[in-house]
């Protein structure tokens, strides 16, 4: 059987492949008219490229001519006929741009009515009109390019996991219960009266279970699910590649991380580097401000408290006064360039956000958006700086409850050996065998070694995050059935994907993604659903505008 | 960096990959205990397999030895020490069956508690204990098998399909909207009052409009959902080989998946011939009484009504007189065995049977599997026999209204070409561009080539199935705006798998499955939500046991 994307199709060749070795073959070509010029070419279009197709002139072709000139921008067609070189002066750089087919055989297999805007690139349109004709913006060379990257990097990563490292591909449910305080989970109806599935967020408990099983090496692209109403740049479900070993530790899991990363990585976004830098939690904070640093650009915080020691200036004095308090400068270069109203913004950005945590961090952007704006390079759009984040408090503080404490990640951490001890006498001591993977300032990844000792899993749940332990009694149960030392990592794949083809958004990496309040606008989903279809669920709908909360 | 299953481990080989020529060596395993034998021996196996592991005797080993045999089965441990050629006469014909692994350290990761059922493929429990305890029930060698062997089954089907066919694997929304009269899909509530997605049954609308898209060739592991209540062997999510390809015919895709097939084959199941055998629907009705024939054996149905044409027999006479009436017979070989018992359960499944479609094709199997309770083989359970069912009908009477027609398949299918005419006359009489794939007499796959052009897609809609059109207006629209000639197939992975590896229930090529009734036993899921954590869906339950759907 003949390989390649022309195997087993009406077409003979694709429009971008033909070139000078080609003259004199005998062609079908299958496309979308690009646009016709003067009723003498016709230029096709498929995924691959474009061919300008020679509309036949002599009285003999009278009806191939007619049928060419009659089509309308973005017609389907199939055109036969033989392979030129195109007359001298009329070449071009383009891959096929020295080569014509003069059309001998038309078939005219859809003809499109006026599009509600234009494919190419340049034209601008709204994103909500892209979206809701998202079929004809995925036309783009930009949207298929995005496409075939995304599924080729992923072919890349499960050849070198599954072929090379013995990983096996599992499915594993997306209709799950609720988790304990999964406050971010759809839930889903079932058959029997207040009986609800839920769709997990990862499948955090399903691969620790799979290495109880002794599968080994897990893993899986795996689709999740998060309901977090509306938010900029989050979908409602999103994928993640799923990574899970037994018999690893840290350096183990993210050794492959960088391995699998620098194999499947897009040849044409240049090499990457490995080992990956690697930082502590404490380091990135100190220097960077923020747990997630961009380390594409410098212009670290610097400790300047020792020359204030002595100072009486009252809101310097004040912040030294505070436990683990501190003044902390950042060297912008030709910060000198920003205007009154510029300074005041960072001002600004200060005082909203003083006493949150990512403040500085969050400052250190700023300046390096702002220089950017003054035609200042601070960040290179096309380098790719990976860094591992490492050593995270295993617990911390709850927002709303400070003196408790609640998970930095999730309850299934291990902490760092060495802090073990710690975990019975100042647990808000104890660091984590955690590991981030940040790339150019976004998180793209995390994970863990997870606790494999039931007793160990239960004094966590019970004793310091104080959680009914009996919602993951089918966990605990299994870490005292022989389970073995384990740990992974899950890479947000959507944002993984749009940084390496340096896109604004996720949504440019998703065929059919959901607007930022969870819609598709092609669709029109969600949508009404018919009490009658209620019905076998045991639900009806609360309508907010009635009193009450009666029924409708 | 180095590749196999043991590269970033604890471990430096694998439980069945040691042999004599690792005689000498020093090597770390991992693993459980599968038996301790007198205080000499540990049988450690991991998923590869098992090897002997030597207890030293020595008094300088006595803590090796102590923590050796103070281990219980299914415990995991870690061994280091060296390989050494078995005492001859103590051999077997296991893989690892001429060395033994002499213990000179140990390390305990974990200590099982007595499990509830042995691990051990002859030792029979109970389908919900085995769900319960998946993770342990997973560690059987027959259900590590059948893992490993759907991963790399798929595996290989990427790999055809992206690497040498062109394919670009492009993952679909699972949270969709409603299809009209999707009555078996799920429905997932939004933070918006009264509108709900819908996890839908297939990727059918979006795999076609990617072609519309230009994407050319898609193709998807797709998670499906559908929502049936209780059925054995039937899950509410399942999984599918979903592919789809512009500019084809019938043929090209159907040779795709016969390559593909060929081409992912696990090589100990033997090779699969290709072209598959085709029959039309028609001829499968007349020579089997089913669509879906098992063709490993014969006793195909023959009409003899001609022998009875002036029969008076009165059962024989009123079969005759009705429309398309016939007498068939079905010729047993040794059908001499059967018992008046079991003459009379044939005859038992007639009279029920009565009038329904399938009856002579069930009346057949039920004489194959007579014959082999007798001990004659009829089926071999070896063999893998493939058949194309084409030519389907496009259009079937509904069953309560049968004046009026609905898609036998789904409203998308395209008419045989020679067919088209009769759509707008004798719709009824229309053959479709669909076809089955069946394998040993169980259907593992259909698709179709599709309507392209937005006016028969809409006559199809309004006038023959008298739908609302309206909501397929995206669908119908993107037909419209230049969509291609296009078609394709979705395969059915879990039949397909528990077919190959010769499996009784889906639920065992399936990592966690949920039981007949839905549950997932080992969790318990579906399970309760509070009424709070249900407020931002705007639903809430209605209480079967109470009076006119009183809030509960």
Redesign the interface.
């Known amino acids: 059987?003949v390989?390649?994307?022309s195997?087993?199709?009406?077409?003979t060749h694709t429009c971008g492949e033909l070139n000078v070795d080609h003259v004199g073959k005998w062609v079908t070509l299958?496309g979308?008219v690009q646009y016709l010029r003067q009723d003498l070419f016709v230029i096709l279009?498929?995924?691959s490229g474009l061919t300008q197709i020679l509309v036949p002139q002599e009285e003999s072709a009278s009806k191939v001519k007619a049928d060419l000139c009659d089509l309308t921008v973005?017609?389907?067609i199939?055109v036969t006929g033989t392979v030129r070189k195109r007359p001298a002066g009329q070449e071009n750089k383009m891959p096929t741009g020295e080569i014509e087919v003069l059309a001998e055989n038309v078939e005219v297999?859809?003809v499109?009515?006026k599009?509600p805007f234009e494919i190419k690139e340049f034209v601008k349109k709204s994103e909500s009109l892209r979206m809701q004709?998202?079929?004809?913006?995925?036309?783009s060379s930009r949207m298929?390019k995005n496409?075939?990257l995304?599924?080729?990097l992923?072919?890349k990563m499960?050849?070198f996991l599954?072929?090379?490292?013995?990983f096996?591909?599992?499915?594993?449910?997306?209709?799950?219960?609720?988790t304990p305080g999964g406050?971010k989970e759809?839930?889903?109806?079932?058959?029997?009266?207040?009986?609800?599935?839920?769709?997990p967020q990862s499948p955090q408990?399903?691969k620790q279970?799979?290495m109880?099983?002794?599968?080994?090496?897990y893993f899986q692209i795996a689709?999740c699910?998060r309901?977090e109403?509306s938010k900029p740049d989050r979908q409602?479900?999103f994928?993640q590649v799923d990574i899970e070993?037994?018999?690893?530790?840290q350096e183990?899991?993210r050794?492959?991380v960088e391995?699998m990363l620098q194999h499947s990585w897009p040849a044409e976004k240049g090499s990457i580097q490995v080992p990956f830098q690697t930082m502590t939690y404490e380091e990135a904070m100190r220097d960077y401000g923020v747990d997630k640093p961009d380390t594409r650009f410098n212009m670290k915080l610097t400790d300047i408290s020792d020359i204030f020691s002595s100072t009486q200036v009252e809101f310097l004095r004040s912040a030294l006064d505070q436990p683990e308090g501190s003044i902390q400068a950042i060297l912008v270069p030709c910060g000198a360039l920003f205007t009154g109203r510029e300074l005041e913004s960072i001002k600004q950005t200060a005082k909203t956000q003083f006493g949150q945590r990512p403040l500085l961090g969050s400052l250190r952007l700023q300046c390096a958006e702002l220089l950017e704006s003054h035609g200042r390079p601070v960040r290179d759009p096309l380098a790719f700086h990976f860094l591992w984040v490492v050593d995270f408090p295993l617990f911390l503080p709850k927002e709303d409850e400070p003196q408790e404490l609640e998970s930095a990640h999730h309850p299934f951490t291990a902490p760092l050996p060495e802090d073990t001890a710690l975990l019975f006498t100042e647990p808000h001591k104890v660091r984590g065998q955690h590991y981030d993977l940040v790339l150019n300032g976004c998180e793209i990844g995390g994970g863990s070694i997870r606790i494999?000792?039931a007793s160990e899993q239960l004094y966590v749940l019970k004793n310091i995050l104080k959680e009914d332990p009996s919602q993951l009694t089918?966990l605990l149960?299994?870490?005292?059935?022989?389970?073995?030392?384990h740990g992974g990592i899950a890479l947000g794949l959507d944002r993984l994907v749009s940084i390496i083809v340096g896109a604004a958004s996720i949504r440019d990496v998703?065929?059919?993604p959901?607007s930022f309040r969870?819609h598709?606008l092609?669709?029109?989903?969600?949508?009404?659903?018919s009490d009658k279809?209620?019905t076998p669920?045991?639900?009806?709908?609360?309508?907010?505008?009635k009193q009450g909360?009666e029924?409708?």
Chains 1, 2 share one sequence.
């Open positions: 059987m390989s390649g994307p195997s087993l199709s009406l077409r299958c979308w279009r498929d995924f973005e017609s389907v199939m297999f859809n499109s009515k599009l004709y998202r079929y004809l913006d995925l036309r298929q496409l075939r995304r599924s080729q992923v072919m499960r050849e599954c072929n090379e490292h013995g096996v591909d599992v499915e594993t449910p997306t209709l799950f219960k609720r406050a759809f839930v889903v109806p079932s058959r029997e009266p207040g009986l609800f599935y839920s769709l408990q399903f279970l799979l109880v099983a002794g599968v080994d090496r689709r699910y309901d109403g409602p479900e994928t070993m037994s018999f690893v530790d183990g899991i050794t492959l391995s494999h000792r089918h149960e299994a870490l005292d059935f022989g389970a073995p030392p998703i065929a059919f959901k969870g598709d092609m669709s029109r989903a969600p949508d009404t659903v279809d209620l669920y045991h639900i009806y709908v609360k309508w907010p505008t909360g029924e409708k």
